[in-house]
């Protein structure tokens, strides 16, 4: 267990749809991660969050945002959902100074059909 | 795109030793090579990291090289929890993002 909790586990969307992930971070930790990862693959960077400031961003569309709280909780949301948007999305959060330590979420699956 | 590259999979017997390796022959001075697992379902979880010399804590020890260019993740005595995909990943000091390749599946048999 690491502390980090995701919402929901599970979920199924038609495809043009939007959706909200949520992620609590671990306690002390400000700074959150999120990836995607399909099936078979490694997770891919989305984004991250410092200070509820976006703080880096990978390769995905601008349909793919975020927001972190003052309590460093965050969302992603994906709007016009495609097909290939089915995959685990995963958060992490690390804490000051700790380099590339992140601690992970179970993560939420989500289907798009 | 990740810049280590691991076998696809590897086997090893309970109880034994299981050495996992990966290069990172482009890895720049201030990088730190980091190992995490992924049991199946759950999330990648944090093994170890190191920058240059040999690390071990209570799950594993990481041995690298001289010259930096290639690393040994070691789990001294393989159970079966411990099959899991493994990821080697460069990372800095700071807070950034992870670049997952397809990591490397080891699989401990009884």
């Known amino acids: 267990e690491t502390g980090v909790t995701q919402s929901p586990t599970h979920l199924i969307k038609t495809r043009g749809q939007q959706v909200t992930l949520r992620c609590s971070s671990q306690?002390?930790?400000?700074?959150v991660s999120w990836y995607q990862q399909a099936l078979g693959q490694g997770p891919q960077f989305i984004f991250q969050?410092?200070?509820?400031?976006?703080?880096g961003r990978g390769n995905f569309p601008p349909r793919f945002s975020g927001l972190q709280f003052p309590n460093y909780s965050s969302e992603l949301n994906v709007n016009a959902l495609e097909l290939d948007d089915s995959a685990l999305y995963l958060c992490?959060?690390?804490?000051?100074?700790?380099?590339?330590?992140?601690?992970f979420g179970p993560g939420t699956r989500l289907t798009v059909t | 795109d990740a810049k280590t590259t691991q076998p696809t999979s590897m086997d090893c017997a309970e109880g034994r030793a299981a050495n996992l390796p990966c290069n990172h022959s482009?890895?720049?001075?201030?990088?730190?090579v980091y190992w995490y697992r992924q049991i199946h379902s759950q999330g990648p979880q944090y093994i170890i990291h190191?920058?240059?010399n040999n690390e071990t804590n209570e799950m594993a020890s990481l041995i690298i090289t001289e010259d930096r260019k290639s690393s040994t993740l070691i789990l001294p005595h393989a159970t079966l929890r411990d099959t899991a995909v493994y990821y080697c990943?460069?990372?800095?000091?700071?807070?950034?993002?992870?670049?997952f390749g397809k990591g490397m599946k080891l699989t401990v048999n009884p």
């Open positions: 992490a959060s690390s804490a000051p100074g700790t380099g590339s330590k992140q601690y």
């Open positions: 969050y410092y200070r509820e400031e976006e703080n």
């Open positions: 990943i460069e990372g800095q000091g700071g807070s950034e993002k992870l670049v």
């Open positions: 482009t890895i720049s001075g201030n990088e730190y």
């Open positions: 190191g920058l240059k």
């Open positions: 306690s002390g930790h400000n700074t």
